[in-house]
């Protein structure tokens, strides 16, 4: 029997991932002799950009003319990454509780993100989470991302979840334009690094504390 579902983001939304991010960036800039061009916590919204966004800024702030750098420091950037994956993050207050609330309820829960699938399961496994969640797609699961609804729908179909209610948790533009892009409700969170924000989007609704989200998922989606 399939189960209404909830898929979450990752970063930003389930954990705040952006000071190891940035410090990753900032590995290749010194390895280039640039020294760390990008600082926690003023440069988080650029963190969830994805690596590319934190090497072109990185360089911008260099005057680095050649951005076809980027292209070459990114696979170096993802090295980094995965070196030291979580020694500054964590996943944020009440987030698995809210989580092992959902599923004693009956919900499926999953995660759909950008992050590459490899790094996400990694981060996940490091941070203890991995049996609290029944599906996971990353950014290369598919050969789209989002904000293309379909990585959202694989996670839902992954977890065993019906289509015809479920939701998306999420922190960013790109969360919610997956939302509407699969016509569902969307749940954006204030305390990432876009902060309030994300009411200006006008989702569904916005969660300020993990343990309003059990209520939240109920009135969305019953």
């Avoid at 922190?171 to 876009?194: M, W």
Wanted: net charge negative; aromatic share 8%.
């Amino acid at each position: 029997m399939l189960k209404p579902c909830v898929v979450f983001d990752l970063d930003g939304t389930l954990a705040d991932t952006c000071h190891d991010l940035l410090k990753a960036a900032n590995t290749c800039f010194c390895d280039l002799g640039l020294g760390e061009l990008l600082s926690y916590p003023s440069d988080s919204k650029i963190a969830l950009q994805g690596g590319r966004a934190m090497l072109t800024v990185g360089f911008q702030r260099a005057a680095w003319t050649d951005l076809t750098e980027v292209d070459r420091q990114y696979p170096l950037l993802l090295e980094a990454y995965a070196a030291d994956i979580a020694s500054n993050t964590k996943f944020y207050p009440g987030a698995l509780a809210a989580v092992a609330a959902l599923r004693e309820e009956g919900y499926a829960v999953a995660i759909c993100t950008n992050k590459p699938e490899g790094l996400a399961v990694q981060l996940i496994k490091y941070l203890g989470g991995t049996s609290m969640f029944d599906a996971l797609i990353g950014a290369d699961t598919l050969p789209v991302r989002k904000p293309d609804p379909a990585p959202f729908w694989a996670a839902v179909d992954r977890a065993g979840g019906d289509r015809r209610r479920c939701c998306l948790v999420g922190d960013t533009v790109t969360d919610h334009t997956t939302a509407i892009n699969a016509e569902v409700p969307s749940i954006l969170v204030t305390f990432g690094p876009a902060g309030e924000d994300m009411a200006l989007l006008e989702p569904d609704a916005v969660l300020k504390n993990f343990e309003d989200l059990p209520s939240l998922i109920s009135n969305l989606i019953g």
